[in-house]
């Protein structure tokens, strides 16, 4: 069997999690491969709307297994908010959803650092959703990230060493952080949350599905143009959009790669700062805002709004 992958061909927001929701009956496994809660995918069930940010859009379906991939970066107080509301709501997230060990965890120091670099970078600032997610990601790629799997092993003092170094770093930019040990209180109450997980080797797990002949959905984040190599960078996001992420985001060879669906809306829109060549600021651009509902699903923003960019 081969993965198919469902990717975002603009900015993002392009109704990917609706379109996962409708397509996971026809799959055995869904499974995120990117990202983290900076992308905000909502559905709507009997008039009760859900975001979801780090947990696949699969889950609302008919007990398929759900997988945070090695690629997602992780915010465990967030986690714990949205798993939290799922459970309340009748979902046994604890039977369907497995977490990668190597998923890299977004700290409270992740979360100070963020703001103070887009501080810093005063009007050429690229309009993070202030989540983390970038520091976090520069961790990994520089060798000094926190992962999941290290909750069993010298956790303490990894996490110490980590906070150290940010610390350092905050200071270097003369950021002071405020009410850190009640963040991190909560922080340290979510990972032990976390642990009540299925936490589990998932590109062993993807491929066991493979073999067995299982069908699997592999769910991309943000947008092609958003891609840290081929968007529009720098005002781009910190992780591989394309369907190539899903290979190392989930440990699957280019070779099992089935079908790609990429998924466009009929008009453009963008969160942040970044070129937009067709964006609108006329009566048209708001009234597309008002009736496509464009505000981030994450942040509350309003969308810029503009025409369908072909080229």
Request: charged share 25%; proline share 4%.
């Given at each position: 069997m081969k993965v198919d992958v469902l990717l975002g061909l603009q900015w993002g927001d392009e109704g990917k999690g609706k379109v996962v929701d409708v397509l996971t009956p026809r799959y055995d496994a869904v499974a995120r491969f990117q990202g983290g809660p900076n992308a905000g995918h909502t559905l709507e069930f009997e008039d009760k709307k859900y975001v979801l940010r780090s947990i696949p859009s699969g889950i609302f379906q008919h007990g398929q297994i759900n997988i945070i991939g090695n690629g997602v970066v992780l915010d465990p107080v967030l986690f714990k908010?949205?798993?939290?509301?799922?459970?309340?709501?009748?979902?046994?997230?604890?039977?369907?959803?497995k977490i990668s060990k190597k998923v890299h965890l977004i700290t409270p120091t992740h979360r100070l650092l963020d703001a103070a670099n887009?501080?810093?970078?005063?009007?050429?600032?690229?309009?993070?959703?202030?989540?983390?997610?970038?520091p976090t990601y520069t961790d990994k790629i520089s060798r000094n990230g926190l992962r999941l799997g290290d909750v069993f092993h010298n956790f303490k003092e990894k996490y110490s060493a980590l906070r150290q170094r940010h610390l350092g770093q905050l200071?270097?930019?003369?950021?002071?952080?405020e009410n850190l040990d009640e963040l991190e209180e909560k922080w340290m109450d979510a990972i032990e949350y976390i642990k009540g997980f299925g936490i589990v080797d998932s590109e062993?797990?993807?491929?066991?599905?493979?073999?067995?002949?299982?069908?699997?959905?592999?769910?991309?984040?943000q947008g092609t143009l958003l891609d840290i190599d081929f968007g529009s960078y720098p005002f781009v996001t910190s992780s591989n959009t394309i369907s190539a992420g899903a290979c190392s985001g989930l440990g699957v060879a280019p070779n099992k790669i089935g079908e790609v669906f990429g998924i466009f809306k009929a008009y453009c829109t963008r969160v942040g700062s970044g070129p937009f060549p067709t964006e609108l600021f006329d009566e048209t651009g708001k009234r597309i805002r008002d009736l496509g509902h464009e505000y981030g699903a994450?942040?509350?923003?309003?969308?810029?709004c503009g025409w369908i960019d072909l080229v």
């Amino acid at each position: 069997m081969k993965v198919d992958v469902l990717l975002g061909l603009q900015w993002g927001d392009e109704g990917k999690g609706k379109v996962v929701d409708v397509l996971t009956p026809r799959y055995d496994a869904v499974a995120r491969f990117q990202g983290g809660p900076n992308a905000g995918h909502t559905l709507e069930f009997e008039d009760k709307k859900y975001v979801l940010r780090s947990i696949p859009s699969g889950i609302f379906q008919h007990g398929q297994i759900n997988i945070i991939g090695n690629g997602v970066v992780l915010d465990p107080v967030l986690f714990k908010q949205e798993a939290e509301e799922l459970e309340k709501s009748g979902v046994d997230l604890r039977s369907i959803l497995k977490i990668s060990k190597k998923v890299h965890l977004i700290t409270p120091t992740h979360r100070l650092l963020d703001a103070a670099n887009e501080k810093a970078k005063g009007g050429k600032k690229i309009g993070t959703t202030g989540k983390g997610i970038g520091p976090t990601y520069t961790d990994k790629i520089s060798r000094n990230g926190l992962r999941l799997g290290d909750v069993f092993h010298n956790f303490k003092e990894k996490y110490s060493a980590l906070r150290q170094r940010h610390l350092g770093q905050l200071e270097a930019l003369g950021a002071t952080p405020e009410n850190l040990d009640e963040l991190e209180e909560k922080w340290m109450d979510a990972i032990e949350y976390i642990k009540g997980f299925g936490i589990v080797d998932s590109e062993f797990l993807i491929n066991s599905l493979l073999a067995e002949g299982k069908s699997v959905l592999c769910e991309g984040a943000q947008g092609t143009l958003l891609d840290i190599d081929f968007g529009s960078y720098p005002f781009v996001t910190s992780s591989n959009t394309i369907s190539a992420g899903a290979c190392s985001g989930l440990g699957v060879a280019p070779n099992k790669i089935g079908e790609v669906f990429g998924i466009f809306k009929a008009y453009c829109t963008r969160v942040g700062s970044g070129p937009f060549p067709t964006e609108l600021f006329d009566e048209t651009g708001k009234r597309i805002r008002d009736l496509g509902h464009e505000y981030g699903a994450v942040t509350g923003r309003e969308r810029r709004c503009g025409w369908i960019d072909l080229v």
